[in-house]
């Protein structure tokens, strides 16, 4: 193989996230032309010291141990240019790749392997959204300071060597822009509420039946942990509306056909699973040092480098540390010099779906009565070793065209409007107080999330964030998990405009005052569960939401710690986040058990079950437990329902978990099987693929190494540490699909301020902060998250020359 089809081997294997069969081989072949390394790859690999001249003023830059950047200026736009180059050069390829993904630019440098992905998001038209928020933010404050960290960022680009992986790779990246930046923030916000859960229903419902959809995969669990368990402050609204339309919303019953191999192919574009958070708050009434805590641990996707930036920044205007996700300025989620803020993913459905009456030629569609053409562009793809692709992006007034198979859809996505995020997450560390920290929440747009908040006078908060449409049909309020009819104006937004400047003060969406919030609880706990009862808020919020296994936890341990002569302290609450206790265990052993006792005769199961039995349901690395568990349950799953899911076209997409426990032995799930049959086969099962594999315990299998870099070489994914935890546990890990706690984070204005990253801060192979935080990650432990200024000086910036 030559170098050049070697490179777009390699490239390939970066976008699917591991070298896949033949891949490995010729990519080490490929590396062997730069070994011993040397050269341009060596200079790639090594550290970034000096001294720059900056447009911007002086900026000093101390590195603590652990590779954070502490950024000291006298000027915000000096301190942002500043951050801008650092972090380009710790990880520049993470924001380029990044960027060609959401722009439809993967092809250019990977050939034809990507066309599927370039094409995808074209359509969805992401860049156009990036630059219409950039016109909304652009000459704003926050706006100010994004330019500079764009410059920043270019000069590190011009600084001289790449980093390793543009040289292996043999390209160079285009100058970052402003807009960049905000297709960054797109990309986040996508993959929180990016969904088709309504297309994948409706696809499912047309084989099964609308009420067997419902039962697979219900919108609401009946459990009693809803995040805000007294109802939400603010006014209430009028929930008659809703009810008397909620049977228009099952699928399957007055929505259009949607082929299943059409959300077969988008499925890989949506929000991935494993993607949630926890977050806690405790009001300094029930502490020992009489000082609020919040903890947060936001669950994404695992990789090499770690997905979170942390970087710390001081100006006159504030002093703020915490995460940002390289491309983005700005620090997330962490602290200032008074409060703390958090986030969870709070699933809250702003995305629908819909179709058209089209005449003969196809050129236009029907909409309130009148003919009208499709907007359209018509778009280059460049396909490197092939030849380039053009294709026609299309949009009806509801958003952009989707299609595939025969299918097509318009989408309307909250983050197609120009949004205001950003100026939010600015304005957080420069507030003086909640009143302030408020009214900066108000401009937070998009993603919808379950913000927590604590300060130093006392004030705790929860508040869930973004714009959530009100959907009308002939002016009456519909739920959104439907494909509406376009053309007859179904399920419209008033006041949406996609990439303009939505109104989103009028009556299209809920009211600020009116999203779900609680100021000044005695405590509150988020874990992606259902935030209120329906029946007492007034409009539709959510499709679906997690399964409570985490949401029920947390309560109870919060419950317990209150109820007790006990108050909270940093270490119970660093107990929480390590905590291991799976409530599937308490659901699924006693089936297990009981079918095992039908065959007594059964040695082995019988041994097995004994294990099973005497275990309290903790995932942890040295339960021999956990492990029959887990392999157990999952061939469980895979006996019920892998049938079915094959023959109807929506293989792997399992109901969850909470509902195959409550499946009636004489379910019609099971068919003429006999579901004790089911658990002891799955057993068996279990135990010989344990055997197969050599395992002993939990932590043979749940392990650190899961977590690769993109490229899939070996020598670039983390060390293989055991750790506990799974996707149910608020010790979160999810070793299939490699996701769980990306930053865990607990503060108290008493003095403790402490995170962790499941990796190190660095992007630099070679540099020892690449994976130094990774086994303390593993094993539940943390480092400081203080505002003392380290030692060392990285780089000083001085003005320009």
């Known amino acids: 193989m030559d170098r050049e089809s070697t490179r777009r081997a390699l490239l390939a294997s970066i976008v699917g996230g591991v070298a896949a069969g033949g891949v490995l081989s010729p990519v080490r072949t490929y590396l062997e032309g730069f070994a011993p390394l040397s050269g341009g ?47 380009a050069a710790d990880r520049l390829f993470q924001l380029d ?5 959401m722009r439809g630019q993967l092809s250019a440098v990977v050939g034809a392997a990507t066309l599927d992905s370039d094409e995808f998001h074209i359509r969805m038209a992401f860049d156009d959204a990036a630059e219409a928020t950039w016109e909304r933010v652009q000459g704003t404050p926050a706006g100010d300071r994004i330019e500079a960290y764009a410059d920043g960022v270019n000069a590190r680009i011009s600084a001289g060597t790449l980093p390793l992986e543009f040289d292996l790779l043999g390209f160079e990246p285009d100058p970052w822009t402003p807009a960049d930046t905000l297709l960054t923030e797109k990309q986040i916000s996508w993959t929180l509420t990016g969904s088709f859960r309504t297309l994948r229903k409706n696809a499912i419902a047309d084989e ?28 209430a609204g009028d929930r008659a509306a809703i009810k008397q339309s909620s049977e228009q919303g099952r699928p399957g019953d007055a929505t259009r056909s949607i082929d299943p191999g059409f959300v077969d192919h988008l499925s890989q574009f949506e929000s991935p699973p494993g993607i949630g958070s926890n977050s806690w708050i405790v009001s300094g009434e029930h502490t020992d040092s009489g000082e609020p805590i919040l903890a947060n641990d936001p669950h994404l996707l695992l990789q090499a480098p770690a997905i979170w930036y942390e970087q710390r920044v001081e100006t006159p205007a504030a002093d703020v540390r915490g995460v940002t996700f390289p491309g983005v300025p700005f620090v997330i989620i962490g602290r200032s010099d008074r409060a703390s803020w958090g986030f969870t993913n709070a699933g809250a459905d702003v995305i629908d779906f819909y179709t058209y009456e089209t005449d003969e030629s196809g050129d236009r569609y029907r909409y309130e009565g009148e003919w009208h053409e499709y907007e359209t562009e018509e778009r280059q793809i460049r396909v490197t070793g092939d030849e380039d692709r053009t294709i026609v992006r299309r949009r009806t007034v509801h958003g952009p065209i989707i299609q595939r198979h025969g299918s097509e859809v318009a989408v309307a996505w909250t983050g197609h409007g120009g949004t205001r995020t950003t100026e939010a997450i600015y304005q957080y560390p420069r507030t003086a107080d909640f009143d302030e920290f408020l009214e900066a929440t108000q401009l937070f747009d998009l993603p919808t999330q379950c913000l927590v908040y604590a300060d130093d006078d006392g004030r705790i908060a929860h508040y869930v964030t973004g714009q959530v449409p009100i959907r009308r049909t002939d002016g009456q309020a519909v739920p959104g998990n439907q494909v509406f009819d376009g053309s ?76 007790s002569t006990e108050p909270v302290t940093p270490e119970f609450v660093r107990k929480m986040q390590r905590d291991t206790l799976d409530g599937r265990a308490e659901q699924f052993v006693p089936l297990f058990a009981a079918a095992v006792r039908e065959e007594s005769s ?61 499946l009636d032995p004489e379910s019609r799930w099971f068919g003429d099987r006999d579901r004790d049959a089911l658990l002891r086969e799955a057993l068996t099962s279990a135990l010989e693929e344990i055997d197969d594999a050599g395992f002993d315990v939990y932590g043979d299998e749940n392990t650190t190494g899961a977590i690769t870099h993109p490229f899939g070489l070996e020598f670039l994914n983390f060390p293989s540490y055991p750790t506990d935890g799974s996707p149910t546990t608020l010790r979160n890990y999810r070793v299939n699909g490699v996701a769980g706690s990306s930053w865990r984070m607990l503060w108290s204005p008493d003095g403790t301020s402490e995170a962790i990253l499941p ?9 020892p902060n690449y994976v130094d935080q990774l086994r303390l990650w593993a094993d539940g432990e943390y480092k400081p998250l203080s505002l003392s200024h380290p030692d060392t000086v990285r780089y000083e910036f001085g003005g320009s020359q």
């Open 759 to 767: 990796g190190g801060n660095s992007g630099r192979y070679f540099s």
């Open 602 to 662: 059964n040695r082995t199961l019988a041994d097995a079950i004994a294990t099973l039995e005497s275990w309290d349901g903790g995932m942890d690395r040295e339960s021999e437990a956990a492990l029959i568990f887990v392999h157990a349950l999952q061939t469980y799953r895979e006996l019920v329902f892998d049938d079915l899911l094959d023959e109807i076209g929506f293989a792997g997409q399992y109901p969850s978990d909470w509902v195959l426990a409550d």
């Open 97 to 101: 790749l990044q960027r060609r993904q």
């Open 488 to 563: 007859a104006g179904e399920g419209e937004w008033a006041g949406f405009e996609p990439f303009g400047e939505p109104e989103w003060d009028g009556d299209g969406f809920i009211s600020f005052e009116e999203m779900p919030h609680a100021i000044d609880p005695d405590a509150l706990g988020t874990a992606n569960q259902r935030i209120i009862d329906d029946d007492r808020y007034p409009y539709y919020f959510a499709e679906s939401y997690g399964a409570p296994y985490r949401g029920q936890r947390l309560y109870d341990l919060l419950d317990d710690r209150l109820a």
């Open 208 to 235: 099964l039946g609308a009420d067997a959809t419902d039962e697979l995969y219900p919108d609401r669990y009946d459990h009693d942990s809803p995040i805000l368990r007294e109802g939400t402050d603010g006014p």
């Open 41 to 87: 790859v060596w200079d790639g690999a090594r550290p970034d010291r000096t001294t720059r001249s900056s447009p911007y003023g002086e900026a000093i830059v101390r590195q603590d141990e652990y590779g954070v950047p502490h950024v000291e200026a006298e000027t915000e736009d000096a301190a942002y240019y500043a951050i801008g180059y650092l972090q």
